[in-house]
């Protein structure tokens, strides 16, 4: 598992912590097989993106590099392990 892979990973856990998906069983299909389904992947992008846009305007400034960092690595790792959204 590289780097990227663990990041991402722990982004999905993240958002499965903090958000209620829309499709019931998506944390569990994540937790057993490690899938998500097209809306899960897309409900995962906006709430990464709201992520990366309130830390670039938060006043402190410090989160806007790690929010960005951490949705261009999830961005790139949901599409270099084929997890398409509702758009693809």
């Known amino acids: 598992m590289t780097t990227m892979d663990s990041q991402a990973r722990d ?11 829309i499709v019931a069983d998506a944390r569990a299909q994540w937790r057993t097989t490690g899938e998500l ?34 949705w261009q690595v999830l961005d790139r790792w949901l599409a270099d392990n084929d997890h398409r959204d509702l758009g693809q």
Do not use: K, N
Not at 54 to 69: I, K, L, N, T
């Open 11 to 21: 982004l999905v856990q993240m958002f499965f912590a903090q958000c209620e998906p």
């Open 37 to 70: 389904d097209r809306i899960t992947v897309s409900q995962l992008r906006l709430w990464a993106v709201d992520r990366a846009v309130y830390g670039a305007h938060a006043p402190y400034g410090a989160g806007r590099s790690r929010e960005v960092q951490e």
